[in-house]
């Protein structure tokens, strides 16, 4: 199996590739590894839909994957989830592509630019492919914004509009191309913060870091058919 892992940031990688083995470097962005006999690519895009739809398409047109894992940290919109908790988003939504009025903002589905179950949208909604079992961990819903939102009124309007536990700057994204390409795609994720009015001081990025390596480890393992 051909896995491309997709992140943001090398950060977000970094734990992960020192429990693997290096293999080549295509670029600055991409490079190869191996483990338990399988090479597995880590594609890093940058911040954002703009940077991750291109990388990515580029990745997928130049090769063949079976599989793209898209990894990183979030930020949790509910109690229900803790800082370093790692998280499996099922379903994503583009939470700032729409039309702001004078009191409330609406999608583009609401707006009536686009029809709610347009292709690959199913409901509005962008669904990760089905695990069959093999991710074991919290399937929760995600938003994907431009922006980490800081503000206590915008908080409470992406709050109020959508029913998502984290927010992450890159999920939906690379679930619309996987699903247009025909990519069989999963996102996993972990809670480095909680969103609300910024204050760095209550993150923990170490320990989201720590548990996405372990996580992202054991997803892998449940993945791939080790090759002597």
Not at 38 to 55: A, Q, R, S
Not at 61 to 74: F, R, S, T
Not at 90 to 96: H, P
Not at 97 to 116: N, P, V
Request: include cysteine.
């Amino acid at each position: 199996m051909k896995i491309l892992i997709v992140a943001a940031t090398w950060m977000e990688v970094k734990l992960l590739v020192d429990e693997l083995e290096k293999v080549d470097e295509k670029s600055h962005l991409l490079k190869v590894y191996r483990f338990n006999g399988n090479e597995i690519d880590i594609l890093i895009t940058g911040i954002g839909t703009t940077f991750t739809t291109f990388h990515l398409t580029n990745a997928l047109h130049e090769k063949k994957y079976d599989l793209v894992l898209n990894v990183g940290i979030a930020g949790s919109l509910t109690p229900e989830l803790k800082i370093g908790e790692v998280v499996s988003v099922v379903s994503e939504e583009f939470a700032d592509l729409g039309i702001e009025k004078q009191d409330e903002f609406l999608t583009l589905f609401e707006s009536g630019f686009m029809k709610i179950n347009e292709f690959p949208f199913e409901h509005g909604i962008l669904k990760a492919s089905n695990s069959n079992g093999k991710i074991d961990l919290k399937k929760v819903r995600g938003i994907t914004t431009n922006k980490s939102y800081g503000r206590t009124s915008s908080i409470s309007e992406i709050r109020c509009k959508f029913s998502a536990h984290i927010e992450s700057m890159e999920g939906a994204a690379v679930i619309y191309v996987c699903n247009w390409i025909g990519v069989n795609c999963y996102q996993i994720r972990s809670v480095s913060n909680f969103v609300e009015p910024r204050d760095s001081s209550k993150w923990d990025i170490p320990l989201a870091l720590e548990n996405l390596k372990e996580a992202v480890l054991v997803v892998m393992k449940n993945l791939l058919v080790p090759v002597n």
